[in-house]
């Protein structure tokens, strides 16, 4: 199945900012996200029922409603400026897609 | 210790084959689906398939069903992406990826460094 995510967002430096992803497949799997800064590659932020990976800032966190699930950074950091993307299995369970990815600019 | 190291960029024409690599460092390999996700130049992230290196089971995307083979070596704990003739389309950097698939867990927990695959005449 698909996921939809809006190709960019803004915040301002401190404030609060989320990012959605909506597709039929998170009604069943939770997502997860990735931080992508240029020329790197992506790196996990959140996973499951709002888990994050060692490392992982806690002003990341994530939340997961019917077919919509959300990254919300809150108090953003010019260094949280990245290409963000969703992540879930689809209604087969062995299949994979990826948000088409929002790009954030920390104002 | 990087826990998953990929082989190095590749340029190639249009026809040609390649295989390129990821082998697993330490524990990486046991006990996980691992992953091939495609970016190309300035666009997002592909899910291509996984595959189980302890029996080679593996699951693609319609999208590159057929159009890519994916392969492992248990022995050496390395995973393989390959093509049997290289279109220019197919220019892009090439991730792998630890997939841990359990319902509370699923993520891509660890990425290799990326390949860099060149499509050119």
């Known amino acids: 199945s698909e996921l939809t995510q809006d190709p960019v967002a803004s915040v301002a430096l401190g404030q609060t900012v989320r990012i959605t992803c909506q597709g039929d497949?998170?009604?069943?799997?939770?997502a997860s996200w990735y931080q992508q800064k240029p020329g790197q590659a992506p790196v996990l932020v959140i996973y499951?029922?709002?888990n994050r990976p060692s490392g992982i800032p806690d002003r990341f966190s994530g939340s997961q409603s019917g077919s919509t699930a959300s990254l919300t950074i809150t108090g953003a950091q010019a260094e949280d400026e990245a290409d963000y993307y969703c992540?879930?299995?689809?209604?087969?369970?062995?299949?994979?897609?990826f948000g088409g990815g929002t790009k954030l600019t920390v104002l | 210790e990087v826990p998953l190291v990929q082989s190095g960029a590749e340029v190639k024409k249009p026809g040609e084959s390649l295989k390129i690599s990821c082998q697993g460092r330490?524990?990486?390999?046991?006990?996980?689906?691992i992953g091939w996700v495609r970016q190309m130049p300035g666009k997002g992230l592909e899910w291509m398939g996984n595959?189980?290196?302890?029996?080679?089971?593996?699951n693609y995307s319609p999208s590159f069903q057929g159009q890519v083979t994916i392969s492992a070596d248990r022995s050496i704990s390395t995973a393989y992406l390959q093509w049997s003739s290289l279109k220019a389309s197919d220019t892009a950097m090439y991730y792998c990826?630890?997939?841990?698939?359990?319902?509370?867990?699923?993520?891509?927990?660890?990425w290799g460094q990326g390949t860099m695959v060149t499509v050119s005449s």
């Open positions: 595959i189980w290196p302890d029996d080679s089971t593996t």
């Open positions: 992540n879930c299995r689809d209604s087969s369970a062995h299949r994979l897609s």
């Open positions: 497949g998170l009604r069943n799997y939770y």
């Open positions: 330490g524990h990486t390999f046991t006990g996980y689906w």
């Open positions: 990826a630890r997939w841990q698939q359990l319902a509370s867990k699923d993520s891509f927990d660890i």
């Open positions: 499951g029922h709002n």
